[in-house]
DNA sequence: AAAAAAC
């Protein structure tokens, strides 16, 4: 029984699919070239994006003065026909789509990211699987959908009807994915489709594969863009930037099943980590490169990685890779690195919250973007119960204890159910797990302070359930997908309501329910409107001293941008034209599939989702 | 004020 997108396969071959990366067999020279290329000339080279010196695309100084000394690959006929290789096991069938990697066939080389239960090849035996695989998608039916922008493609229903070829279809099935989340549905085509896309989905609802998939695709679509390496420079085609190492690692680990055996090669940078590893890994070739900022700066300064080649930027969790922390990294990464220009590279930006002024700052990046917005109210989904209890700062400890107590007993044969408990700062992290663990409570934290090593063995102690509880600063309040987690407590509520939806969404995932419980007090009034909106709009019961202190707060006083309190889903550039008595869209919009609110999967007529508009 | 992100 599943309960995550991408993470469909046991925890245990996902362990071992990480040990086995460790001890892979490694090519004793990265730089190898195989015989029936090595007569391959620099003029052969000359494609649009592997060309050194004539090439458009390439206009650095990276190639200057030195050989180049590129490899390059045969030519793929279809990856159709590379999918049939594949999966009949065959040997080095000529020009499939696989003797991207290197010249040789490394088919036998790539650790199955699925460990054991790649099953796939009997489809009709494992149907009846796929049915109980753990995704709820009845949970996403109904769902609120906005688009805006210039010739949006239609969404589709099924995967069938997106043609992502053979190979992917297969790993699509080994994730035992029936049909595409709604978020899938829509951005799938609009990225296909060559568009800019800033996308808000709500937590949990299958975003990483919605950029992958495309991602993938189009790299493996593309005959001219090979792979390839000046020196020890490596030129990665897609970029995708996300917050914390830990998500990186994540979307890296999806990243990798999804193109299994499709010959696009994977490859994740971050912080903290010993860089020679990553440095061996790049060097043996890199399609796809999941990074922090941090390490990938750091990466662009040695020259390791030239980012001259990238066609594909998206950024996960984009509006806090856009906040004041991160803005400038990210500016200097997107616009200082000759990364091509927005146009010429797609750019997709995801997240389940985007602020409108966080928004507007990202359309720097983007050219002439399709807006989506799918989900429902609040962008925090109503699978999740949130309750609020009033908890003054020196009961909240014993607060804590009670409900773990109650959750203890009422659990399975007296099981802590996984339990992750929110702090403010990375010392209350520590203190509050110190005392958790001499009170009975198995617990481990995870924030800043502790080292990688640490992070990702609390990580993994509390997926196991060996403690089961994790205390945690805000940098497990996004993205991570950690499956079964029972219950959040927001201990010390964040100021920012988009912080506390992420937070919460760590629950109640692939379409299962789950339980927030936050302890409010006089330190969070800020919170007081935007929360107990929040919690009205996801139909959750509001306390009524929660609504007096809502009442009471200032209008305006906290950076609540979403008009009308609805959902963190409206195009500004929508909001802004109205603003401005201008219809932004008056030229292109007319040949749309959709205009303005669509409810297209609820079979809502349109107009009927003024509830969530 | 705090958190995250390179060495």
Redesign the pocket.
């Known amino acids: 029984m599943r309960t995550s997108w991408a993470d469909s396969v046991s925890n245990s071959a996902a362990e071992i699919a990480i040990s086995d990366k460790n001890s892979l067999p490694r090519p004793t020279r990265s730089t190898y070239v195989p015989p029936h290329l090595r007569s391959g000339s620099i003029s052969d080279l000359s494609g649009p994006v592997t060309g050194t010196n004539g090439g458009s695309r390439w206009t650095g100084s990276d190639g200057g003065g030195t050989k180049p000394e590129l490899r390059r690959q045969g030519q793929a006929n279809s990856y159709a026909t590379a999918g049939r290789d594949a999966a009949a096991g065959g040997g080095g069938g000529g020009g499939g789509r696989n003797n991207r990697s290197g010249g040789w066939d490394r088919r036998e080389r790539e650790v199955n990211p699925f460990g054991n239960d790649d099953k796939i090849y009997d489809i009709k035996q494992n149907f009846s699987e796929q049915e109980n695989s753990g995704i709820n998608f009845d949970a996403y039916e109904d769902i609120p959908v906005e688009v805006s922008g210039e010739n949006v493609p239609p969404p589709v229903n099924t995967f069938a009807e997106i043609d992502l070829g053979e190979i992917l279809n297969q790993n699509i099935r080994r994730c035992k994915y029936v049909k595409p989340t709604p978020v899938q549905r829509h951005a799938i085509p609009i990225a296909l489709a060559g568009k800019d896309l800033m996308a808000c989905a709500q937590t949990g609802s299958g975003k990483t594969a919605a950029f992958c998939f495309p991602l993938i695709s189009g790299i493996m679509r593309e005959l001219y863009a090979q792979r390839s390496h000046v020196g020890r420079t490596v030129y990665p085609l897609g970029l995708i930037l996300s917050?914390?190492?830990?998500?990186?690692c994540q979307i890296h680990d999806e990243a990798k099943k999804f193109s299994y055996q499709t010959g696009v090669k994977v490859v994740v940078?971050?912080?903290?980590?010993?860089?020679n590893q990553q440095l061996r890994e790049l060097e043996r070739g890199v399609d796809i490169l999941v990074?922090?900022?941090?390490?990938?700066?750091?990466l662009l300064?040695r020259a390791r990685v030239s980012l001259q080649a990238v066609r594909y930027l998206a950024l996960d969790e984009a509006d806090r890779m856009l906040?004041?922390?991160?803005e400038p990294?990210i500016r200097k990464i997107v616009e200082q690195m000759n990364m091509p220009n927005r146009g010429v590279r797609q750019t997709m930006l995801f997240s389940a919250t985007f602020p409108r002024e966080i928004q507007r700052l990202a359309s720097d990046f983007l050219s002439n973007h399709i807006f989506l917005a799918v989900g429902r109210v609040g962008s925090s989904t109503d699978l999740i119960v949130q309750r609020v209890e009033f908890v003054l700062e020196s009961d909240k400890r014993s607060h804590l204890m009670d409900l773990l107590h109650a959750q203890r007993e009422n659990g399975n044969h007296g099981k802590q159910a996984l339990t992750l408990v929110f702090?403010?700062?990375?010392?209350?992290?520590d203190s509050l797990e110190h005392w958790l663990c001499m009170n009975g409570f198995p617990s481990t934290t995870?924030?800043?302070?502790?080292t990688?090593q640490e992070?990702e063995l609390a990580l993994r102690s509390f997926k196991s359930g060996k403690t089961p509880i994790l205390v945690?600063?805000?940098?497990?309040a996004r993205g991570l997908d950690i499956p079964h987690v029972a219950h959040v407590v927001n201990f010390d509520l964040?100021?920012?309501i988009d912080?506390y939806v992420h937070r919460i969404g760590r629950t109640g995932r692939a379409g299962k329910t789950g339980l927030a419980t936050a302890f409010f007090n006089e330190s969070n009034l800020s919170l007081a409107r935007p929360l107990a909106e929040l919690m009205q709009e996801a139909s959750q019961e509001v306390p009524a001293w929660l609504t007096h202190y809502a009442s009471r707060a200032p209008y305006g006083g906290n950076k609540n941008r979403r008009s009308g309190g609805r959902f963190g889903g409206s195009d500004f550039r929508r909001e802004e034209s109205i603003g401005k008595n201008l219809d932004y869209y008056s030229g292109g919009n007319s040949g749309n599939a959709y205009e303005g609110l669509v409810d297209i999967a609820g079979g809502y007529a349109p107009g009927v989702t003024s509830a969530w508009d």
């Open positions: 917050p914390t190492r830990e998500l990186s940078a971050y912080g903290g980590a010993p860089i990074a922090t900022p941090g390490r990938l700066v750091d300064e906040d004041m922390g991160f990294q702090v403010e700062t990375k010392k209350g992290a995870i924030h800043g302070d502790r990688q992070r945690a600063t805000d940098v497990a964040p100021n920012d912080d």
